[in-house]
């Protein structure tokens, strides 16, 4: 089974708003991403709960 979400986010450290693909079908993950505008590190949180995806993104510098 293959879930590929689409969302819309804003990066933690200049707020730009893009859109990602999220890849549901491997479970709860976490990753890091370059911000397309400022370059700097993006922590994505992926949750999947029931089958719901939940991400969160933070600044690589927090905790």
Do not use: K, N
């Given at each position: ?33 370059d911000c397309q ?27």
């Open positions: 089974m293959q879930c590929l979400e689409e969302r819309r986010v804003e990066c933690p450290y200049c707020g730009a708003g893009f859109t990602c693909l999220l890849d549901c079908s491997a479970g709860s993950q976490q990753y890091i991403e505008v400022c370059c700097q590190p993006i922590v994505f949180d992926l949750f999947i709960t029931d089958g719901e995806a939940e991400i969160q993104l933070r600044r690589e510098d927090e905790a």
